[in-house]
């Protein structure tokens, strides 16, 4: 059985979950997969590149970035200052690429995605702003390379969205979603429901571990309005520039206004929306985050918490919804692993 030689770009929460679970479960995935996940290289932004073609001892390097010292402390590795360098020199079958790369311009991820794509190496990532801003022509590119481009994770984390909007439903043709896709959003107006204000809301979703210390990505929804864009490139075709997805976000909101909406029987939710005037992602697009006041008999009122969902409208199935886990790293790390797994099942399949 031959490996599927990976390298692994970005070694942070979402990394280091997919190099454990890699180390412990290889033979099991090879037995039931057919290929044997081997991670050739891992690379961060503080340490660069490092790479054995035979594969790398995962349990020693995760035990060296626990303790805060270099990956390329490795015997017999070779080194390279940045990932990229260490990707042009180098040979894979995937790159996995989860590393954190910003709204301006989605780099470095963009690079090293590009970079595998043109070698027709597949990539699968959780990394939303590369998608978000490119992921009609990531899409595209890995078309004509006929290798697989996945990023399961950038939508609601590992609860299943893409994969089953683009596969489970393949053949349907998209007219419109709407979701709650920001778990820490959620979480915060479903506190406030009940009269707490938003800053102590906020303050229980950081001591929850579900809100970051600074969470303006999150409050402000420029995370959801990523999404969208993911969303709006992988499932409709079509590539939205950020400006036109308008965006508003929970900050200001009073928690009389959530009050009040419970007290209604509706709720506050952070809606994102997506629609197009033609079929199939064409004709002109709406496409926004904002907070709404929703009724009770709205699906996306009864999700709450950390809990994200997705209705999808698409002819002739007309609504699909699903409802899951919007956020945790281990969850986000299981969606790059059933990406993974995807492609070494198709591999298994050419081979
Ligand atoms: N955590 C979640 O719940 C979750 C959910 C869904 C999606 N995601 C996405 O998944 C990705 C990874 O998340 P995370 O939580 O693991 O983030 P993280 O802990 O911040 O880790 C990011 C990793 O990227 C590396 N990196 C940054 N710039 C790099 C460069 N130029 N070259 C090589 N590596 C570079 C960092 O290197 P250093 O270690 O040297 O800093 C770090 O290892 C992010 O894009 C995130 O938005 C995360």
Same mark, same amino acid.
């Given at each position: 059985m031959s490996p599927l030689r990976i390298w692994l770009v970005g070694f942070g929460v979402v990394g280091r979950w997919l190099a454990r679970v890699l180390d412990a479960q290889a033979g099991q995935l090879a037995a039931r997969y057919g290929r044997e996940p081997t991670v050739v290289a891992i690379g961060n932004a503080r340490d660069g590149f490092i790479y054995h073609p035979d594969g790398l001892d995962l349990a020693s390097i995760l035990a060296a970035a626990v303790a805060g010292r270099p990956i390329t402390e490795q015997p017999g590795v070779r080194v390279w200052p940045s990932a990229i360098d260490g990707l042009r020199a180098t040979e894979a079958d995937l790159l996995a690429e989860v590393t954190q790369s910003p709204p301006a311009d989605g780099e470095p991820g963009l690079t090293h995605m590009r970079e595998a794509l043109q070698r027709k190496i597949p990539v699968v990532t959780s990394n939303k702003w590369p998608v978000a801003l490119h992921g009609a022509e990531l899409a595209a590119l890995a078309r004509r390379q006929q290798v697989a481009f996945r990023a =399961?994770?950038?939508?609601?984390?590992?609860?299943p969205v893409l994969s089953t909007l683009t =596969?489970?439903?393949?053949?349907t043709v998209p007219a419109a979603l709407r979701g709650v896709l920001n778990a820490t959003a959620n979480y915060i107006l479903s506190q406030m429901a009940d009269g707490t204000s938003y800053e102590d809301a906020l303050a229980k979703a950081q001591r929850a571990g579900?809100? =970051?210390?600074?969470p303006t990505a999150d409050v402000e929804g420029h995370d959801t309005v990523a999404k969208v864009m993911v969303l709006s490139a992988l499932v409709f075709g079509r590539q939205l520039r950020r400006e036109q997805v308008t965006c508003q976000g929970?900050?200001?909101?009073?928690?009389q206004q959530a009050l009040e909406a419970a007290s209604a029987g509706g709720r506050l939710r952070h809606i994102a929306t997506l629609a197009f005037s033609g079929p199939g992602g064409t004709g002109t697009v709406t496409a926004r985050v904002q907070p709404e006041v929703v009724p009770a008999s709205d699906l996306l009122a009864r999700v709450d918490g950390a809990t994200n969902a997705l209705i999808f409208q698409a002819s002739p199935v007309e609504e699909i919804t699903i409802i899951g886990p919007g956020a945790g790293p281990q969850i986000a790390g299981q969606g790059v692993l059933s990406d993974i797994i995807a492609v070494a099942r198709r591999q298994a399949r050419n081979s």
């Open positions: =399961e994770s950038t939508v609601m984390s590992g609860t =596969e489970g439903l393949a053949g579900l809100a =970051e210390p600074d929970i900050t200001s909101i009073a928690s």
